[in-house]
């Protein structure tokens, strides 16, 4: 693998694990107004972790002047942000 594509993949992976960690603080603080305990199973879904990802590196690609998204990098940052939003929501969580 070439630097620039390792590069590429670092920051992808960053996007995606800071977007999942805003995700699961957004939730956690949104329970929080509502008067709910912060408890059991991560809430979110696939379908939501995918939504993110794109978003978060549409955005960071956009403003590198990068090529577009791959279906294959999709799939890949859709499981690492659902995957991180589930760990940090375990730690929020009481």
Do not use: F, N, Q
């Amino acid at each position: 693998m070439s630097k620039k594509l390792e590069t590429r993949e670092s920051l992808l992976d960053r996007a995606a694990c800071d977007a999942a960690r805003l995700w699961a603080r957004a939730c956690s603080d949104e329970l929080v107004r509502e008067g709910r305990r912060v408890e059991g199973g991560w809430p979110g879904t696939m379908r939501e972790a995918r939504t993110r990802a794109a978003v978060e590196a549409a955005r960071l690609l956009t403003k590198r002047s990068m090529a577009a998204l791959a279906h294959d990098e999709l799939d890949r940052l859709a499981r690492i942000t659902y995957d991180e939003a589930r760990r940090s929501w375990g730690a929020l969580s009481t």
